[in-house]
T-cell receptor, first 115, second 113 residues
Framework: AQSVSQHNHHVILSEAASLELGCNYSYGGTVNLFWYVQYPGQHLQLLLKYFSGDPLVKGIKGFEAEFIKSKFSFNLRKPSVQWSDTAEYFCAVNEDNNAGNMLTFGGGTRLMVKP | DAGVTQSPTHLIKTRGQQVTLRCSPKSGHDTVSWYQQALGQGPQFIFQYYEEEERQRGNFPDRFSGHQFPNYSSELNVNALLLGDSALYLC????????????FGQGTRLTVV
């Protein structure tokens, strides 16, 4: 069975600091990878996704993530965070088997950006 | 274009009761998935419906059941509620059974007392 680990449960940064949130998954086959964000009081929204091709993917709001297959990792980065990035971030994985898109989520990382 | 809508937004039930939650998918989407998000945790997959059939199921007991209607909307039913069923229940819709993006609703907050 797949599992997803997000090692940082809570992160506090000042505005303009750089961000990197870790995500590791366990699954031996081909996977698709996602980062979702949940702003306070809002629904889960997709930040970015990786299906194939360039392992460095760019998403909305200046976020990017790098898929390193040898490390089973898909870390999320942003060079300079803003107060509005305060939210909870979830990494998710599904098997690339065209049999549905069941997502396995990590436990989430709660980011607080201080103004 | 409406996104994924869920009803009700909040619900309080007593142990042993039954509950039905509802979901309307995003326009153009025919696949609906349900997730349970306990406090402080990531969403956990319950099951997925496509063409009115359950296609995939996560590690949830038979007390959790669902249905998909011809208009692609869906219901999640939970019988014999336990205190541990208290959670945010999320509905996600997508197009087809391939690797497509899932769009989430705002969820139904269920509290079991």
């Amino acid at each position: 069975a797949q599992s997803v680990s997000q090692h940082n449960h809570h992160v506090i940064l000042s505005e303009a600091a750089s961000l990197e949130l870790g995500c590791n998954y366990s699954y031996g086959g081909t996977v698709n990878l996602f980062w979702y964000v949940q702003y306070p009081g809002q629904h889960l929204q997709l930040l970015l996704k990786y299906f194939s091709g360039d392992p460095l993917v760019k998403g909305i709001k200046g976020f990017e993530a790098e898929f390193i297959k040898s490390k089973f990792s898909f870390n999320l980065r942003k060079p300079s965070v803003q107060w509005s990035d305060t939210a909870e971030y979830f990494c998710a994985v599904n098997e690339d088997n065209n049999a549905g898109n069941m997502l396995t989520f990590g436990g989430g990382t709660r980011l607080m950006v201080k103004p | 274009d409406a996104g994924v809508t869920q009803s009700p937004t909040h619900l309080i039930k007593t142990r042993g009761q039954q509950v039905t939650l509802r979901c309307s998918p995003k326009s153009g989407h025919d696949t609906v998935s349900w997730y349970q998000q306990a406090l402080g945790q990531g969403p956990q997959f319950i099951f997925q419906y496509y063409e009115e059939e359950e296609r995939q199921r996560g590690n949830f007991p038979d007390r959790f059941s669902g249905h998909q209607f011809p208009n692609y909307s869906s219901e999640l039913n939970v019988n014999a509620l336990l205190l541990g069923d208290s959670a945010l229940y999320l509905c996600a819709s997508s197009e087809g059974q391939g690797n497509t993006e899932a769009f989430f609703g705002q969820g139904t907050r269920l509290t079991v007392v």
